[in-house]
């Protein structure tokens, strides 16, 4: 297994910024943090594919991306392992209490982190790369750290705390729960259902015939993007904030200074966009 350590003092930084300018340590990806060292651990497994049809992962701090493949026969896990702590000694003894489990059932692969509850002032993080058969459903929950799901014909779901989450190419059931941070669709041809607290949704997606695009926030601004041809019933509330549609052509429309709703073409699916503090736009395309 390889090991790194990257360990920069604050004597260490100002001989550097002597020698090379403090721009160079950066270039070379070393960023100054007095009195701590992060020590990163690589890892990688990989599951032959036979009847699952889902992968499971449980992460709790570090960015996760996991995409499909076309005609792919096996899973591929990599990443790395990261301990931010005050010393080498520390941080190796923190590294081994942090673990990659991977687990394989009848209809599922199961990735999970295991680590310590209570860290005590230490960092601890897993970054995962995830290759899987694109046919198979993506279900992430995760702490705290970014997620991205693409190239998936079977359903993706995430559930997240602190990050952004960000689907493409997604052409079945998607749902997204998040509390802090930024939602990105696109290329969504999938059912959409996303509940967010604080942050902004940007969306871009077509509807299945008689699908459902759910989409909401608490503090934060909707975007949403639809083909001008889109069939559903539509309708937009907001608490504080304006709503905005362009492009689209909407029969029987009850607009107020709060809410619109009407029917788009023969209104076969259902599009229902809520905020309270923040606006709605929707274009058509």
């Known amino acids: 297994m390889n090991k790194k350590i990257r360990h920069v003092s604050e004597s260490l930084c100002l001989l550097l910024a002597c020698a090379f300018t403090f721009s160079a340590c950066e270039m070379n990806g070393i960023i100054p943090t007095p009195h701590e060292v992060t020590v990163v651990e ?6 032959e594919a036979r009847n699952q049809s889902r992968l499971r992962l449980e992460g709790i701090n570090g960015e996760i991306d996991v995409t499909g493949v076309p005609g792919a026969s096996k899973v591929e896990i990599w990443g790395e392992r990261r301990v931010k702590a005050k010393s080498v000694e ?3 003894a923190w590294m081994k209490k942090l673990e990659v489990r991977v687990a394989e059932s009848n209809d599922e692969v199961f990735i999970k982190t295991i680590q310590p509850r209570e860290t005590n002032g230490r960092t601890l993080e897993v970054v995962y790369h995830i290759r899987m058969p694109h046919d198979w459903e993506a279900l992430v929950s995760n702490l705290n750290g970014n997620v991205f799901i693409d190239s998936l014909t079977g359903k993706a779901a995430i559930g997240l705390v602190n990050g952004n989450a960000q689907l493409r190419e997604i052409s079945e059931t998607i749902s997204i729960g998040l509390t802090n941070g930024n939602v990105s ?4 041809t999938g059912n959409a259902f996303v509940a967010l607290v604080n942050g902004n949704l940007n969306a871009s997606l077509a509807l299945p015939q008689q699908g ?11 975007a949403l993007q639809i083909p001008q041809n889109t069939s559903a019933l ?25 809410s619109v709703s009407g029917r788009l073409a023969s209104g076969e699916g259902k599009i ?4 309270v503090n923040g606006s709605i736009r929707v274009e058509g395309f």
């Open 234 to 258: 539509f309708s937009a509330e907001v608490v504080n904030g304006a709503i905005s549609t362009t492009g689209l052509l909407l029969h029987e429309a009850a607009t107020t200074p709060k």
């Open 42 to 47: 690589e890892f990688s497994f990989e599951v």
């Open 212 to 222: 459902a695009c759910e989409l909401s926030t608490v503090n934060g601004t909707i």
């Open 272 to 275: 229902a966009l809520k905020t």
């Open 90 to 92: 520390d941080a190796n």
């Open 185 to 188: 669709l696109a290329q969504i």
